[in-house]
């Protein structure tokens, strides 16, 4: 089946410590997406990630880090420098937007929630 | 500043009835506007779509109704049955941002057997 998987599905971090949230994908998919979800909050964009060697900043970038060396998979690392980790992390995947700009939705995984120690 | 506002935090239906979901957003240049469907410790399922040229889009028992003037979009459930309970999430793109999506609050639907 086809689908996006990110695991694991808890995660627990240390004070000071990376952590590198993994997401892969066989919807060959371009372009991929990373989201954070806060309590009675919308999901909002960390990154993103048009196409493999290339990615930008979303909204909410500070504190954390991406690679987009293959096409299935886009990672994301949690750095120490984000002071407020904890939240539930949501990757997805979707078809680049057309060239008559003709947009796709995206999909998603199950989703990654992360917990400070 | 939120562009895409999902006002009633929640909405208790009776099965069988309608819901109504209503979602408001501000930046005109969005069109294209999404509602995804979550259940706890899930990702949001993709439900429905509209692109701004249009004014309804039908799914089965969904229906997504967009007012541009007003700057407004509502999804109808009819009829609603126990297992629509869940989070319901409005999203809205730009042409000229790409693909990215724009997310509101979202609002707890529970529908009661």
């Known amino acids: 089946d086809g689908g996006i998987t990110q695991s694991p599905k808890y995660l627990f971090r240390k004070e000071g410590q990376n952590v590198t949230l993994s997401c892969e994908q066989n919807l060959n998919h371009d372009a991929m997406y990373w989201y954070r979800q806060d309590p009675g909050q919308g999901l909002r964009l960390i990154y993103y990630?048009?196409?493999?060697?290339?990615?930008q900043k979303g909204d909410i970038a500070e504190g954390y880090s991406v690679s987009r060396e293959k096409k299935e998979s886009f990672p994301l690392t949690v750095t120490s420098a984000q002071k407020n980790p904890t939240a539930f992390y949501l990757c997805a995947s979707s078809i680049p937007p057309g060239g008559q700009g003709y947009n796709q939705p995206q999909h998603f995984g199950d989703g990654t929630r992360l917990s400070i120690l | 500043d939120q562009q895409v506002k999902q006002n009633s935090p929640s909405l208790s239906v009776q099965e069988g009835r309608i819901s109504i979901l209503n979602c408001d957003y501000t930046?005109?240049?969005?069109?294209?506007f999404l509602w995804y469907k979550k259940y706890p410790a899930e990702g949001p399922t993709f439900l429905i779509s509209?692109?701004?040229?249009?004014d309804k889009n039908e799914d089965g028992r969904f229906t997504v109704f967009l007012n541009k003037s007003a700057k407004h979009l509502s999804l109808h459930i009819v009829p609603s049955q126990p297992g629509d309970s869940a989070v319901y999430f409005c999203a809205a793109s730009a042409r000229e941002y790409g693909n990215k999506l724009v997310f509101g609050a979202g609002t707890i639907l529970r529908v009661k057997s």
């Open positions: 930046n005109s240049m969005f069109d294209y």
């Open positions: 509209i692109s701004s040229i249009k």
């Open positions: 990630s048009q196409i493999v060697n290339d990615f």
